[in-house]
């Protein structure tokens, strides 16, 4: 069973930084594409950033500039550097992980659980 563990959320003043992970465990044949997503109360769930398996990245236009999405394949790690934060970006911080159980199995997509992120003064 494949899981996805986010940490790292939580409290933060206007221009301050934060850094999200999510791990991914269990039956895993190949991961594809890794990412962020992000739903903040009364919006639809959007796009933040995403990662393919070979390091590029893509970006949502309103955090351009101000987050930094890495992983690790050998760990099977996504991360989220999000620097110069607002109060906009106010949200529960979702992880996506576009992967394959087996080499039998297609590509499917798993969500983490979710992590707050709230930024406040």
């Known amino acids: 069973q494949v899981q996805l563990v986010e940490s790292g959320g ?3 003043q206007p221009g301050g930084s934060l850094r999200l992970s999510c791990a991914a465990s269990g039956s895993i044949f190949s991961i594809n594409v890794m990412g962020w997503y992000r739903q903040a109360p009364g919006k639809q769930r ?3 950033a995403v990662i393919t398996n070979g390091g590029s990245p893509n970006y949502a236009d309103s955090v351009r500039g101000r ?4 992983r690790d394949n050998a760990e099977r790690t996504v991360f989220l550097q999000m620097n110069s934060l607002k109060p906009e970006d106010t ?9 394959r159980e087996s080499k039998l ?4 997509s798993y969500w983490g659980q979710g992590t707050q992120v709230t930024v406040s003064s």
């Open 67 to 70: 987050f930094t999405i890495s």
């Open 46 to 48: 959007e796009l933040v």
């Open 10 to 12: 939580g409290l933060v």
């Open 91 to 99: 949200a529960v911080y979702y992880c996506n992980a576009r992967l």
């Open 105 to 108: 199995t297609y590509e499917d």
